[in-house]
């Protein structure tokens, strides 16, 4: 059973950065993706990045293109989303998510195609 813990989340003013770590425990040998996601108050969750576990490949949700940077660090086990450029409406609950299978095209940025969610880390971007 793979455990995810969030960390980083915490108020900024707009246009700062944020670095999310998501740290990965028991039965990470079974993951294929891991991915970020966020949820607004009243809001559906929304798919914002994506890296794969083995090769690395990113993807990106069209609100994360060009300010937000997945990266994983193999040694300690943990994903990362580097978030730049902070807008007012990036505001919201993040959540990472792992796969145990491979997920590609428009089903990485379901919710329900992943296995495994932390418990999510707050992102307050003040304007």
């Known amino acids: 059973q793979v455990q995810l813990v969030e960390s980083g989340g915490g108020l900024v003013q707009a246009g700062g950065s944020l670095r999310l770590s998501c740290a990965a425990s028991g039965g990470t040998f079974s993951i294929s993706s891991m991915a970020w996601f966020r949820q607004g108050p009243g809001k559906e969750r929304e798919f914002v990045a994506r890296i794969s576990w083995g090769s690395r490949i990113t993807n990106y949700s069209d609100s994360g293109k060009g300010r937000y940077t997945i990266s994983r660090d193999n040694a300690r086990n943990t994903v990362q989303l580097q978030m730049n450029s902070l807008k007012h409406k990036d505001s919201a609950d993040y959540y990472c998510?792992?796969?145990?299978?491979?997920?590609?095209?428009?089903?990485?940025?379901?919710?329900?195609?992943?296995?495994?969610w932390g418990q999510g880390t707050q992102v307050t971007v003040s304007s």
């Open positions: 998510a792992a796969s145990k299978t491979v997920v590609t095209g428009w089903t990485m940025t379901r919710a329900n195609a992943y296995d495994y």
